[in-house]
Nanobody
Framework: QVQLVESGGGLVQAGGSLRLSCAAS????????MGWYRQAPGKQRELVGT???????NYGDSVKGRFTISRDNAKNTVYLQMNSLKPEDTAVYYC???????WGQGTQVTVSS
């Protein structure tokens, strides 16, 4: 059974930081590119960023310079470090295995003013 479990979300004040984790199981994690997406209520899903099996990253324009994606293949985990958070970052954050378009259940991030 392939499974992705996001964690680390919560409530934070604007300007603060959070680190999200996505633990994968049932998949050859080390050879797969991973992505982070987010979706706010009433809004379309938005790409946050991606990381390849080799560790190369790309980010959406709205988070460049503030968010960092990393991975630990030994732990089958991808991370999303979020700094300088803004209220508009409020959303449910999802990770995905890009090749298979397979999603976790998401973790809520709420940023207050």
């Amino acid at each position: 059974q392939v499974q992705l479990v996001e964690s680390g979300g919560g409530l934070v004040q604007a300007g603060g930081s959070l680190r999200l984790s996505c633990a994968a199981s049932g998949v050859a994690f080390n050879i797969n590119s991973m992505g982070w997406y987010r979706q706010a209520p009433g809004k379309q899903r938005e790409l946050v960023g991606t990381i390849t099996s080799g560790g190369s990253t790309n980010y959406g324009d709205s988070v460049k310079g503030r968010f960092t994606i990393s991975r630990d293949n030994a732990k089958n985990t991808v991370y999303l470090q979020m700094n300088s958070l803004k209220p508009e970052d409020t959303a449910v954050y999802y990770c995905t295995i890009l090749k298979y378009n397979f999603w976790g259940q998401g973790t809520q991030v709420t940023v207050s003013s």
